[in-house]
């Protein structure tokens, strides 16, 4: 059985940072579709960025472009989400999701694709 665990979330100030990190155990990952999404208070899940196996660049959210960057760590089975300049607007509970193959990119954004969810970390973004 495949687990995501996330880590790393927390209460910071606009304009500081923050790394968060999804362990996934169960499974070797390598070849699989990893991504991150977020959900506020009142708000759908909202689709961050995401990684394909093969893909030499990221694919992200417009709202985060620029600023936030998904990695991962094969040897490691870690995924990352790397998050600078952060502001009140990226206040939500994030989300480690995994699907068991690589997804066209017109899926990228779409929860219904991934198999496997962690259980959230908040990020707060507050003064």
């Known amino acids: 059985q495949v687990q995501l665990v996330e880590s790393g979330g927390g209460l910071v100030q606009p304009g500081e940072s923050l790394r968060l990190s999804c362990g996934v155990s169960?499974?070797?990952?390598?070849?699989?579709?990893k991504a991150w999404f977020r959900q506020a208070p009142g708000k759908e899940r909202e689709f961050v960025a995401a990684l394909r196996w093969g893909d030499s660049n990221q694919h992200t959210a417009g709202s985060v472009k620029g600023r936030f960057t998904i990695s991962s760590d094969n040897a490691k089975n870690t995924v990352y989400l790397q998050m600078n300049s952060l502001n009140a607007e990226d206040t939500a509970v994030y989300y480690c999701a995994v699907a068991g193959k690589r997804l066209i990119l017109s899926a990228l954004g779409s929860p219904s694709g991934y198999n496997y969810w962690g259980q959230g970390t908040q990020v707060t973004v507050s003064s």
């Open positions: 169960g499974r070797t990952f390598s070849q699989y579709t």
